[in-house]
């Protein structure tokens, strides 16, 4: 019963047996293979953007710092959620690969900053001349930091305040095929129709072993892309390894499958902790994440029949035996029905 | 005939083998999994130093980057030779890793520094008080770049001349393995035991897919070398794909037999070489990599015959008929005493 | 009448004098002068710290940003008030000379930070392993940003708070000279004998033309201070005006005299302003600055009548004529008499 | 008899004076005083550049490195010779104001980078794709190093080379009067009329107290300059202070007559110099620096008189008592016919 994380799981059989098939003779290196060019292809036609670039690196947090470096200026401050992964998760990624660059970080209810905040924080920037930052991109989480999925509007919304301001907008898609299975849209209207430049185009967190793509629409900073990737040390000499996942990832529509699957799972986990007597949520799990608030008791039992999630920061330290703690649960495309039953009778008790 | 690069083969059968055999079940991201700890254990093994630490990364720049970083402070310059690898072929990696570092060039005849010129280069630099960068590590490439192995008392001798200064030691190892094989002497004492203090430990060349361990013998740098690590977003979250490879790499000296062979394949290649007229080497192919002056006729020859290397910048632009071209040359593990023999037989005319 | 600035007015006679005593004849450059020296002395016996280090810079930025960078680094954060100068007010430079720290900012009322906030604010970070930032170093303003000065007690509240979790104090004293001035302390009590690590110690707010002094307690990072300070460009060939600058403010306390005039201006400005009908303080003005509400016809008669100072930001946006517009009023030591007078004359209509 | 620096000697009276008689009432800090505005006009028209825009700041490493980050992207490499003063004298401030950009070395015979060593040094980059730096600005000193001026000449064909591959150029200009001077030429003539982007435009050596413009002739850069200089903590606020310096810099050619008295010093100086036995200059003294081969004996005898002046490194390390001594000595304007004439009549013995 691992709910831990979806980065945990193993890697989908296809995506094993496609690096396995290609696992032969030489391949120019660094990108210049043949499977490198295939994707590109593909993540073109998926995303309705013949001129788009595609770039793949193996972790979100270099997809992301990338991504916002090209975006941004070192006296630029980057505005992003309270809670978003680039400000709590990647150790200053962003900074270190922007030179400098700030963040602002935009209050939020739960895990979605409302237009309204987005666009008070930008205001309060680049007032001062000089002495403040520069106002710089905006980057939105999707699917957000708690669980929740934004809607088409909830996203477009956010996208015009940038607008307003001339901004260019990222999204951190480290979740991008949860989040698309979950709002049934196409690639294109949750990215580039909303007005979205740069996409963090997750695939680690949905049974691939470590491909994440960086995509730009408008294709002017690809090649600043390509040189600070190198620099970063994340270009590989034998990218035809990510190409092969990355391919296999997006054939016969897996990267969907896996993502509804996923999103299932979680579906019926929710549908099980609901009607438990003092489980509460945080957010509604949208897509394959959940944060539960559940009774110690609870947890008791589920951590002694062995399952497996994170209780958050601060939430054993209390003395208090009646507070529910408060536990993030993510199912991954592979979690069987079996193991959420389980977990569900456990804590049921 | 594939004699482009060691970056450009397959991933050895035996390391995809353990990749498949672990892809079942969960594991703890971000390095915290059962295989990880078992690739450090076997590696202070091999290197006799069970207070080291090792850390696994997935490109040999971010290795090297990384690695640097955590011996050198933005105001100091790092001394390697001219035609090193960290300083020709990594976009400035080094000095954006280290926030903004120099690199000393230090003049090599074909690609190993002398111990008189290191020292030279050394007492030049921290002589003007604040004004210039203040002297920083050492770093050393072993397999060097042109093809050349140190044997273990240049290297004590290289290593020496920085220990006069008080200075730490990096060794550029991305073929440690064919180095090693080239020497016949053990992984402690092509390092540690000469006062090397950190060391790439390349195996992307050598048949895996993309890992190389960055070895500190002090472990007092590696909570600085992970939290470096994560900045720079090479902290994969399924680590335990890079430990499978590192594993068997290090299973049954999967390593050094493969080292070996590359090894043996490039002294087959050299010795059909030598004897043919107009062929010249730049250094004697120690490993498995060889720098060789031909005439163009010949090149045309295994040019048009399929075979495929690199012709080195500037080769094909003079107009001199009669002028050779320089030509690089190598051999991974996999290559068929049959392209060599081929390519000899080509290239004979 | 002008309120704006204590960074607009003339440098005190005294100190162009110094300057002026001093220009004949030559001195060793970039700090090897012996105004350089007997500085460093006088500053030793103000804060009777004999082995303190005392580095002049020209701008409070440099002071803040170089002392942070020393105490930080840039896998860290640094803890300061939501509202504090090295976060609104300096274009990032923090952040720039740090290779990228980050600041967490610590919610204040007004502009002093509470040591359960500060303490709130450094447990909630270095919780994530690799994940997140590190804790660093801790910023406080003195006197604070809008106007308060931190009590000894208080002082020494955030300092422990600091020293719970091992970490080292900056002090921002753009403003050191008003805040003892007003405290009535010495410059160790209100420094090392807290457990202050470094101090920006300001002169240019005080009747300098651009002289600021940092000072490190322990002299342990102070080559580090003066590599950076070189690298950042901050390091002046004519070191020897700094000096006399300093010298001349140290001189028969000149700047403690120079700062209580400029407190005692703020205090008849003050007790004028708070007779008037409509007028409220933002905080109570300890020293030489003050955030005052006041309606907008008071404003309309002052800004016709001549008078200088800074409408805050959105103070004019809204169209309620009813709501009062926050303004920033600043004595230096130069405002006269009559002009105080002639402000609240003005103000009352 | 102080020939060890233009940036020892006193403050000009002219500058002190022009300092004494603004020092009084308010002036709106940051450079938004009236004296910046009359200083950029006046820079204007000696250019004859209506468009240009000038940016003050108190040294020359500010300058260049402030100049050059606008110039460059941390993915490239600064071309300059292998003696420059970016190189060897700003402790890597280049480096860290572009975020970790590269500085290739150009040989040079003796402080002048010839045409087509600089065209070989800029064809040798860019050529490696994303795996080595890309070409960026070129950087040329003007006095160079070693004491040379380059004629207009000289300077196109540099200028020339850099534009053949589109580069931006910039001119450290820290002795830029001495080399008008001693050219006779205009301003324009030295800078865009041949091409030069951007110019640091040195005062401090030729009797200022700390102040540079850095040029821009395209003001394109101009604001990205304002917020690298705030960032870089080079905005002074009280900028009138600079202003007024350079103003009166500018006004009656005080500074083109400081810089023809300089010159004039060192032709006096090195003409006594030439007639000794033993004496050889390493470069022609075109402006105000030369560095001279002396016998040890005659050092001995200027030593022991008390002239001042650097001996190179290395100069009093070898044993061999008949090894000429490399000094280096530059005039600044202040110096008297006297103390040459003493100088060299102890030089004669």
Redesign the interface.
């Known amino acids: 019963m691992?709910f831990?994380?979806d980065?945990?799981?193993?890697?989908h059989?296809e995506v094993?047996d496609a690096?396995?098939r290609d696992?032969?003779?030489?391949?120019?290196?660094?990108g210049a293979d043949a499977g490198t060019q295939r994707v590109q292809s593909k993540l073109r036609d998926i995303f309705e953007a013949p001129d788009a670039m595609m770039h793949l690196?193996?972790?979100?947090?270099?997809a992301n710092?990338?991504a916002l470096a090209c975006l941004s200026?070192?006296?630029e401050?980057v505005f992003c959620s309270a809670v978003s992964h680039i400000h709590?998760?990647?150790?200053?990624?962003p900074?270190?690969?922007?030179?400098?660059?700030?963040?602002t970080?935009v209050p939020c209810a739960v895990d979605k900053m409302s237009p309204d905040d987005l666009r008070k924080a930008i205001a309060?920037e680049g007032?001062?001349?000089?002495?403040?930052?520069?106002r710089g991109a905006v980057s939105i989480t999707q699917v957000a930091e708690k669980g929740s999925v934004h809607t088409l509007d909830e996203l477009k919304a956010l996208v015009d305040v940038a607008k307003e301001f001339d901004l260019p907008v990222h999204l951190d898609g480290a979740r991008f095929a949860n989040a698309m299975a979950a709002l049934g849209c196409s690639a294109a209207e949750m990215t580039w129709k909303l007005g979205i430049d740069a996409v963090s185009f997750g695939g680690?967190?949905n049974g691939l072993?470590?491909v994440e793509a960086v995509i730009f629409f408008d294709p002017a900073k690809s090649w600043?892309f390509?040189?600070?990737?190198?620099?970063?040390?994340?270009?590989?000499?034998?990218g035809r390894?990510l190409a092969a996942q990355m391919d296999a990832y997006l054939t016969d529509d897996l990267w969907l499958k896996s993502a509804a699957s996923a999103n299932a799972n979680m579906a019926r986990l929710a549908a099980g902790l609901r009607g438990l007597e003092g489980v509460r949520f945080l957010a509604e799990p949208d897509a394959n994440m959940v944060f539960a608030l559940m009774p110690r008791a609870m947890h008791r039992r589920l951590h002694d029949g062995g399952a497996?999630y994170y209780l958050m920061?601060g939430s054993l330290e209390g003395n208090d035996p009646n507070e529910p703690l408060l536990c993030r649960l993510v199912c991954d495309w592979s979690i069987s029905h079996d193991q959420i039953d389980h977990f569900i009778s456990l804590a049921a008790g």
């Open positions: 691992f831990a994380s980065n945990a799981g193993y890697v059989p094993l690096i396995s696992n032969a003779g030489y391949a120019m290196p660094y690196v193996a972790t979100g947090t270099a710092a990338l200026q070192p006296y401050t709590e998760d990647e150790c200053s990624a900074e270190f690969y922007s030179g400098g660059a700030k963040l970080l309060n007032t001062r001349g000089v002495h403040g930052p520069q680690t967190k072993m470590g600043e390509e040189l600070r990737r190198k620099r970063g040390a994340h270009l590989f000499s034998k390894y497996v920061k």
